[in-house]
C-alpha cells in the first residue's frame, strides 16, 4: 500500500535520510551564513529593504579597494598563466629528460599549497629591504632596487609573491591539456605544409584556449579572495577588498554593518563569475581531453 | 627541433630561478642571526618559544579533528550517493565545490553575524563553541580536497557489489561502512588527510577572526615583530606543506600496488 506514492516510500526516506548530515551541514556551515551576508547586502541596519549598501560601494575607498584587488588579482593570473603556461609547454613538448617534468611536477604540488602568511616571510627576506636578492643587487652591482621606486608593500610586491602560487597552479592544471594535444594533429599540419607558427595559431591555441583562460580565471578568484599573505605582507597598508573586509568585521571601520555585508556580497559576485566562467569553459576544453 | 629544446631549457631556468631563490634567500636570512656567522639560532629560539610550541600544539589538535569529523561526513556520504542517489551527484558535488567560490573571509563572516553570543546557535559564546565552529571551519575549507579524494578512490571500487556482498553475509550498516568500505578507500582518506593537514596547520583567516590561538595567527604576530625567526618558520612551514605532499604521492603510489593486485 504504501509504496504506491513515492513520497511515503519508507525506503526513499531512508535514501534521503543518508545524506542528511552532509545537507545539514552544508546548511549551516555553508549556505545559510553566505546567504545571511548576501540578503543583509539588501537591509538597513532598521531592517528596511535598500539599495543604499550597494550604492555605497561605488564611494572612492572602496572603490580603489576593489579596483587594486582586481589589478593584483589580474595581474598575478596572467603573470602566472604566461609562465606556467611556457613551463607545461617546456616539460611535454619541449623534448626534455622525464626528470625534469617529474620534478617539476611534484615542486608544483608542494608550492601551490605553499601560501598564506609563510610565503610573505619567504619575500620578505628576499626582495625586502635587507633581503637576498636586495643585498646582493647592492653590493655586487651597486644597484639600489628601492632607490628605482620599487617597493615590495606595493601592487607590484603582492602580484610578484601571489605568483609563487599561481604558476605552479597552472602547471599543475594545463600540463593535462597540453598532454591531450595529439601528435597526429601536429604531423597532419607539418605534411599539409604548416609551420610551427602557423600550427601553433590554427590549431594548438584554439584547442587550448578554453584551458587557458579558465584556468586564468581560477587564478583570479584564487587571488581575489587570498588575505593572508597580503596581510603579514604589508599589514593594513595596502587597500585591498579581502583587507578592508577583515578591517571591517574586526572594528565596523566603515560605521555601517550593512555596508560590510555589501562588501562581502560583491566579493562573491566577483569570484563566482569567475568561477562559473571557469567551469563552462572547462567543459568545452574536456572535448578534447577524450 | 633544436630551437624549441633551447626556449623549454630557458622556461625551465627562469622558473627555477623564480622559485629557488626565494627558498634559498627565505633560508639564509634564518641564518642570519648571529652576527658576522651563519648559525642555527632563530632556528633555537623558534623551537624553545612556548608561544610556538602551544599554537603549534592546538593547530595539530584542530587539523586531527578536522580530518576525523570531515572523513566521517565525507565517506559516508560519497558512498550513499553513489549506492542509492546518483541522481544527487551534481548537487553535492557543486555544494563541495562552493568553498572555493566563496572566499574564506566571507565564509567566516557569516558564522560570526549568525552564531554570535545572542543568537539562537551561541556558538561564538563559549570557547569550546568556538572551537567546535573552527573544526567546522575548516572542514567546509577542505571539503573539496577530501570529497574529491575520497570519490576518486570510491570509483575505483566496485560499491554495489561489496555492500550486497555484506548483506548477503549478514553485516549490518555499521559493519559495512567501517569493514567494508572505509579500508578500501583508504588511499583516498589519507590523501585528503594530508592535504586538509596542510591546509589547516597554518590558516590564518578563520582562526585569527573567531580568536582562536592557532599557528596561522601565531605566525603572523612573530612576522610583526621579529626579524629572522620568521625566516625559520617560513622554512619549517615549507618542509611541512613537502611532508604532507610527500606522503600524498607515497600514499597514492601504494594505493596503485596494492589495487593493480589480482
Redesign the interface.
Known amino acids: 500500500m504504501s509504496t504506491a506514492s513515492p513520497f511515503i516510500d519508507r525506503r526513499t526516506i531512508i535514501?534521503?535520510l543518508?545524506?542528511a548530515?552532509?545537507m545539514i551541514?552544508?546548511l549551516?556551515?555553508?549556505?545559510?551564513?553566505?546567504l545571511?551576508?548576501v540578503t543583509?547586502a539588501f537591509f538597513n541596519a532598521e531592517g528596511q529593504f535598500t539599495f543604499q549598501n550597494i550604492a555605497d560601494l561605488f564611494t572612492p575607498t572602496i572603490l580603489s579597494a576593489y579596483w587594486i584587488s582586481i589589478k593584483v588579482s589580474l595581474a598575478s593570473s596572467l603573470g602566472g598563466a604566461l609562465?606556467g603556461f611556457?613551463?607545461a609547454?617546456?616539460?611535454v613538448?619541449?623534448?626534455?629528460p622525464s626528470w625534469?617534468r617529474n620534478g617539476?611536477l611534484?615542486?608544483s604540488?608542494?608550492?601551490s599549497?605553499?601560501a598564506?602568511?609563510?610565503?610573505?616571510?619567504?619575500?620578505?627576506?628576499?626582495?625586502g629591504r635587507t633581503?637576498?636578492?636586495t643585498v646582493f643587487l647592492r653590493d655586487w652591482f651597486g644597484f639600489n632596487l628601492y632607490s628605482t621606486g620599487f617597493n615590495l608593500l606595493s601592487f607590484f610586491g603582492l602580484t610578484i609573491t601571489y605568483?609563487?602560487f599561481q604558476?605552479p597552479l597552472m602547471v599543475l592544471i594545463l600540463t593535462p591539456a597540453l598532454d591531450g594535444l595529439k601528435k597526429e594533429w601536429r604531423e597532419a599540419s607539418e605534411i599539409l605544409g604548416a609551420s610551427?607558427w602557423q600550427y601553433w595559431r590554427m590549431i594548438g591555441l584554439p584547442i587550448l584556449w578554453p584551458s587557458l583562460l579558465g584556468t586564468s580565471l581560477l587564478l583570479f578568484?584564487n587571488a581575489?579572495?587570498a588575505?593572508?599573505t597580503a596581510?603579514?605582507l604589508t599589514?593594513a597598508s595596502l587597500n585591498i577588498v579581502?583587507i578592508l573586509?577583515?578591517a571591517q568585521?574586526?572594528g565596523d571601520v566603515l560605521h555601517n554593518p550593512n555596508l560590510?555585508y555589501a562588501l562581502?556580497l560583491g566579493?562573491?559576485v566577483i569570484?563566482?563569475l569567475s568561477?562559473v566562467l571557469y567551469i563552462w569553459l572547462r567543459m568545452r576544453a574536456e572535448r578534447w581531453q577524450k | 627541433?633544436k630551437m624549441?629544446?633551447f626556449?623549454?631549457?630557458l622556461?625551465?631556468a627562469?622558473?627555477v630561478t623564480?622559485?629557488f631563490?626565494?627558498?634559498?634567500?627565505?633560508f639564509?636570512?634564518?641564518l642570519r642571526m648571529r652576527r658576522g656567522e651563519y648559525s642555527l639560532d632563530a632556528y633555537g629560539s623558534v623551537f624553545s618559544d612556548v608561544q610556538f610550541q602551544q599554537t603549534f600544539g592546538f593547530s595539530m589538535l584542530m587539523a586531527l579533528f578536522t580530518i576525523a569529523f570531515g572523513m566521517l561526513?565525507?565517506v559516508?556520504?560519497a558512498y550513499?550517493?553513489r549506492l542509492?542517489?546518483p541522481q544527487?551527484r551534481p548537487f553535492?558535488e557543486f555544494?563541495t565545490l562552493?568553498?572555493?567560490?566563496?572566499?574564506?573571509?566571507?565564509?567566516?563572516?557569516?558564522?560570526?553575524?549568525?552564531y554570535n553570543s545572542s543568537s539562537y546557535i551561541p556558538f561564538t559564546g563559549s570557547t569550546f563553541g568556538t572551537n567546535i565552529l573552527l573544526v567546522?571551519?575548516y572542514?567546509?575549507l577542505s571539503l573539496p580536497y577530501m570529497y574529491r579524494s575520497v570519490d576518486t578512490a570510491m570509483r575505483t571500487i566496485d560499491v554495489r557489489t561489496l555492500t550486497e556482498a555484506a548483506e548477503i553475509l549478514g553485516a549490518k550498516w555499521p559493519t559495512i561502512l567501517f569493514k567494508c568500505i572505509f579500508p578500501n578507500v583508504m588511499s583516498g582518506v589519507l590523501s585528503g588527510a594530508f592535504?586538509t593537514f596542510?591546509?589547516v596547520i597554518?590558516?590564518?583567516?578563520m582562526a585569527a577572526?573567531l580568536n582562536r590561538p592557532a599557528f596561522?595567527p601565531y605566525?603572523?604576530l612573530v612576522?610583526?615583530n621579529k626579524a629572522y625567526e620568521?625566516?625559520a618558520?617560513?622554512i619549517i612551514?615549507?618542509a611541512i606543506?613537502?611532508l604532507?605532499?610527500g606522503l600524498?604521492?607515497l600514499v597514492s603510489r601504494f594505493g596503485k600496488l596494492t589495487q593493480s593486485r589480482p
Open positions: 535514501d534521503w543518508g545524506i548530515p552532509f551541514f552544508a549551516m556551515f555553508l549556505i545559510v551564513p553566505t545571511y551576508l543583509g609562465i611556457a613551463l609547454w617546456a616539460i613538448l619541449g623534448g626534455l625534469i617539476l611534484t615542486f604540488g608542494v608550492a599549497n605553499f598564506g602568511v609563510p610565503l610573505a616571510f619567504a619575500f620578505i627576506a628576499t626582495l633581503g637576498l636578492v605568483m609563487f604558476i610551427t578568484a581575489f579572495g588575505i593572508a596581510y603579514a599589514g579581502p573586509l577583515y568585521i574586526r560590510g562581502a566579493m562573491i569570484t563566482g568561477n | 627541433m624549441s629544446k626556449f623549454a631549457w622556461a625551465i627562469v622558473g623564480y622559485f631563490v626565494p627558498l634559498l634567500g627565505t639564509e636570512f634564518s561526513l565525507v559516508p556520504t550513499w550517493v542509492r542517489l544527487m553535492v555544494v562552493m568553498p572555493l567560490v566563496i572566499p574564506a573571509i566571507v565564509i567566516v563572516f557569516g558564522y560570526l553575524r549568525l567546522m571551519s572542514i567546509t592535504i596542510a591546509i597554518g590558516e590564518f583567516t577572526l596561522g605566525l603572523q612576522g610583526a620568521p625566516s618558520l617560513a612551514a615549507f606543506t613537502w604532507s605532499m600524498i604521492q
